[in-house]
């Protein structure tokens, strides 16, 4: 467990400091360093401080919530198709986080942003949960989630085409499909106080969830309170999920591969699966805005273009793997 | 039919102004005379038969809407786009209310009956095709790159309208504003063109063209920006120039203008104490460009510190 620990927190480091060096300006790695650490206040400087390391910063963030947010409710619904991006959460929080650009409430106060998109994620995911019920079958939970991501993507597409800005709806797919690029150390700001509660509601589940493994009954039975566990996960998921898509778009499939892989190698047990899944989602999220650099350096190629490269083909693989299971 | 055979003859007295364009045009001014001798004479041979001034003009497209609203005569020009009533794109919103108004499609635009439509060769081809198809006479304007192109277009508007002496009176009095506005400075400032999606505009492009007639270099031009292209915000900060002009802001929120308030551009941007922004003036290849180079010229001497 430890080694685990160990390897993926030097992969995270890793994609972290290479995230920092690979940039169109094409600059030599000591020297960026330099300029990074020591600050001379020239352009190389403000490249560093002001554009890379908002952006590496931002992709470990994110990465770590959507990882964690899909250990979590994939360990709560004990379903592995559960992810904010499949089954709509992400989308009802970009839903939240452009109504609230739209109308102007992300300019009144700072944190509208991502308490909107909160907002958003919360109702997705209550619709979820109530359509799927709390022991919801693959087939309900997916069918809920097409279902709220549909409307909720429908509905970003209407706010941003009636937009009086002509740029807004060519955003579409910035709100649908995430990217980093150009973000800035506001935006770290915006997102980190929600991604911080979140992060520590979601690592607070793990005995509740280990406990879960055995069956509702017996969980109930070591002392779980079911109800409290649920109000905790789902608020848990929207507000890193939501802190997340305000200020990097819907960026799917992380928390559905990244789970998925590690389970294994934590004897699927759901509380170590937690805090393995924050740092291979950091670490996932990071490599994937490094191919989107250097696949496209100057088109700003969307991050959920390349997630879903790698966890489409995953996710069929999930739902051949489970109709074997069930015939 | 002969009401609209009104402007052509409305406009031959402009031939033989003699207070226009003296001095180069002294051959033109002389040959006025013969010329309005044609004009009369065909004028009077078939006044309503002039195929070259269109009676009712349509235009669909912002820039031919500017240059058709300078050069067409009274009641010559029927309809301009509905874009020529945003302030913040037009030059000449208030210009354009007095116009019906229509958006660009083919079906509202035949059904106004025009004997000509001028538009633009970058706006919808759909719709221009459908016209054609329909028997309406299309004139289309390649859009102006340069101050050059902006000459050219004055003169081909005019001619497409019929109001040839109008237009190369204006066309002269932009050349002469021009050449009093050129610098020849020999320090010129570096400045970049950075709009929404990190969009930058090189040397072959009108803005581009501005910012040089204003005495500023181009260093996204230097830096191999030569026409229009997104540039990374990294190489923006790795190129430094002396200043960045970003464009005016439309209502409600794009996440593409959000980069105009990167710390970076900022950083850029705070050295000079009157950082420019581009508006309604540098879109169109239209002597409204004058204005824009003229607040340009502001910019840099506020930014040079000297009043030269």
Redo the contacts between chains.
Sequence with gaps: MSRLAIALSLLVAALFAASLLI???G?APGESLAALFAGDG???T??MR???LPRAILALMIGASLGLAGAAMQGYLRNPLAEPGLIGVSGSAALGAVLS??T?L??AFALALPLSALLGALIGMGLVMALAGPRGGSLTLILAGIAVSALAAALTSLVLNL??????A??IV?WMMGSLA?R???HVLLALPLMVLGALLLASVGRGLDALTLGEDAAGAMGIDMRRLRLTVVTGTACVVGAGTAVAGAIGFVGLVVPHVLRPLVGARPSRLLWASALGGAAMLLAADIAVRVIL????LKLGVVTALVGAPLFLHLILKLRTERI | MPRRAGPCILASPHASDPRRGRGRRSVAARLAPAALAVLAALSALAPAARADTPGRVVSMNLCTDQLAMLIAGEDQLHSVSHVALDPRASAMAAEAARHRINHGRAEEIYLMQPDLVVTSTLSARHSTAMLRRLGIPVITFAPANSLEDVHDRILEMGAALGHEDRARAIADAFEENLARLRTTAAARPSAVLYY???YTLGDQTLAGQILLAAGFSNAASAAGYKTG??M????L????PDTVVTSRR??????????MD???VQ?LRENSTAAAITDHDWLCGTPHVLRAIEKLVETRRALQGDGS
């Design positions: 940039g169109p300006a600059t020239g352009p190389l403000l490249v002001e554009i890379r650009l739209q102007g992300a300019a937009s009086p800005n002509p740029f807004a060519n955003e910035f150009d800035s150390f506001t350096p100057a088109r700003d | 929404a999606n990190g292209t997104r990374p915000l990294e190489v900060a790795m190129t430094a439309y209502p409600g929120a794009s996440r593409a203008e959000e980069i990167h710390p970076v950083a």
